[in-house]
């Protein structure tokens, strides 16, 4: 009798363990969802530097910002999901470096020639 109210003991502290456990991860998950913050304050600098970079670092954004800019070429090696002729032709929104347009440009490129 003692082994089966002890069967028993066990089986209902595992079942709401379980439960608990379940119970947990579903609220951790719903409590990490997205949300838009809105529209930001200050200035817009979307493709601008950050302040306070040294000559160095400026120096390397800008080689970046031009390589990121740069016309390719087929025999130049387009990457593995090229789908324009330079970086900056689709992410462009709201400045280079950012976002592809409303209306994706893929079938321009498609089409070229």
Known sequence: MARRSLTGLLVAVIFITV?????RTVTSQSATLARDAGVRGGAPGAGDPYDGLTRAQLALFQAGQQ??????EVAD???????LDSCAGCHAQPAVGGTSPFVNPQVAFATKN
């Open 19 to 23: 439960l608990v456990l379940y119970s």
């Open 67 to 72: 390589d990121f800019a740069e016309e390719e």
């Open 77 to 83: 090696g387009l990457g593995p999901t090229m789908n």
